[in-house]
């Protein structure tokens, strides 16, 4: 049964060290704080292929693509840190700074302090 808990008999020790490496913080917040609030409800529907800002650098996919999750951390990650000034417009033009998508998150919001928190784990990585 899943969660229950039982004794295996195997030593603690291999069961270390088999396990995969731990995930890097980034990652943790995004699946936990960024892909559903942000990306999918704030962003996709004018930031992914066909859509108004579907010729920028930032394209994202739905949720019905395989995989998107990690598609999507990866091109944040990418135009955070490869884009002139990534950081930066990452979380100025979702407050409608210079945004053609005007304003998305407002100052002071969850989402918005969630998104800086991320952008500081992606580029402290
Ligand atoms: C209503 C449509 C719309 C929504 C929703 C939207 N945007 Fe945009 N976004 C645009 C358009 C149009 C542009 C291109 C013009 C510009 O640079 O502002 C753009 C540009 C950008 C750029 C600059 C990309 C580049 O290549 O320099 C960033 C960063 C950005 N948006 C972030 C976001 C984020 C993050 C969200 C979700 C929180 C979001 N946008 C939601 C329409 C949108």
């Not at 996709?44 to 739905?62: E, N, W």
């Not at 000034?85 to 969850?110: D, E, F, R, V, Y």
Request: net charge neutral; aromatic share 8%.
């Amino acid at each position: 049964m899943p969660g229950e808990l039982y004794y295996s008999g195997t030593p603690v020790t291999s069961a270390i060290a088999t396990e995969p490496p731990p995930e890097p913080a980034s990652l943790t917040l995004y699946i936990a704080s960024i892909s559903a609030p942000i990306v999918q409800s704030r962003c996709v529907s004018c930031h992914v292929s066909g859509g108004a800002s579907g010729i920028t650098r930032l394209v994202f996919v739905r949720s019905s693509v395989d995989n998107y999750m990690t598609l999507n951390y990866n091109k944040m990650m990418d135009f955070v840190r490869n884009t002139p000034n990534g950081a930066s417009l990452i979380l100025t033009k979702p407050q409608g700074i210079g945004h053609g998508g005007g304003i998305q998150l407002l100052s002071g919001s969850t989402e918005l302090d969630n998104l800086s928190k991320f952008v500081e784990a992606l580029q402290s990585w």
